[in-house]
């Protein structure tokens, strides 16, 4: 995947935070975001570039919401790595497949920040918070969306749109 | 769930490239995590607090933005639902149904601005109202980007609260954009105060959603639906502000109670706060310092 695309990726996943985060309908789908741009770099099979996107993202998202930079650096530049490893060795695939390994994905997160946040921070460990399920499931669902529309032939359900009006 | 490309197929061969770029990534994320890692009593730190003042212009206009699309999709379905009100009524009175719609909107939009005027105006301290840009919760820590920074008067460990009750305080300051930690956050606390009996304690948040009243003896009288304030004894939150109602209470260990308190603000719906004055540490009472409020 170019640069290019990365980085408009992640400006999109940065827009995309603020415009639900925002607003008071936010706790509706709580997506990650954020999550979906890494798992977009890792689909490509790039372990390096996951990897960096992964940190990069992750940065982002400790610059707005965390108290220490780096813990969700952290834990999104594993995920990276690790989805990219999912995208290659994997052979089935599908939008179920994809939902759940990212809704698993947002889990694993939740928990890296989670463990960092005690470790660190002395903070008490929440991981299977009702919020944390939620978003995971909201993650993995708008993944799986994702993946149905890429993988859908848009080209020839409007070819056979049209023929239809026409008779 | 497969490569798109040959040269990331190529990639894909050999993950040692992807491994070793991971292990000098998270090295580094650590190396940085320990160099923020603050002692106790810590601020935010003066990267973030960079970092907050460049991103100000941008998540200020995306928030704008976000208002205005989520203002219109609520003005849209306000007006679907007044619409159909109207319809039953159309073929009688159109022109003064839609006269009498606008006018009642008018007084409840009025209402409810007095409303928030005359509670807002019990808050000790109030320096003004403030914008929720966006709102996190994630792994027990629970908290808000609002839209106003040090150019606004914001100063760290300035409390934020809606005419409910107590919402949390800021913890790190840019120019025009703020963080702030919700009350319900795992590692928040505060002094509080049972209004009833006037016992000093510790409220925290759970980061689940709830918060608990700690350092209450066995032989405290407390009562399902006391009011819990703030004690104004941390150096941080006024006194007075109310925190919630006690929701639970039972015999924790041998000295104290374990009583849940259901916040007084309703943290699901937040959109704007109010500022308010940081207040000095009581000179008596419990001895709640910023150590523990983290």
Redesign the interface.
Known sequence: ?KLSRIALLLAAAA?L???????????VL?VDWFLLATATVA??????R???TG?AAGFMED?????????N??AK??I??AL?????R?V??GAL??GG?LAAASLVN??L??L??AL????????L????VW?AAATGLMGAALEAAWGFSWAEWWKRRRLRRLR | MRPQNPLAEIAAVNPRRGGAVLASVLVACVLILSAQAPGRGGRGTVLQSWILTASAPVTGSIASISRGFWGAIDSTGELLTARSENGRLRRDLEVRERELFRLRAEVRQLGAERRLAAEGSALPGIVGAVPILLAEHRSGAQSVLIGAGSAQGVAPDSPLAVPAGLVGRVVTVGRGVSRAQLLLDASAAAGARIARTGELGVVRGDGRGALTLNNIATTSSVARGDLVESAGIDGIYPRGIPIGQVDSVSRGNKLFLEIRVSPAADFARLTDLLLLAPAPAAPEGLEVGRGAVR
């Open positions: 995947m827009v935070e603020f415009f639900v985060g925002g607003s008071p309908h936010r706790g709580p689909r490509s099979g790039d372990f390096v996951a990897v960096l940190t610059g707005i919401s965390q108290r220490l930079l780096g813990m650096a952290f530049a594993a990276g790595y990219t490893l999912v995208a290659v994997v089935f695939g497949a994809v390994a939740e928990a920040v989670a960092l946040s660190l921070l002395q903070a008490p460990i929440v991981i918070s009702r919020d944390a978003r």
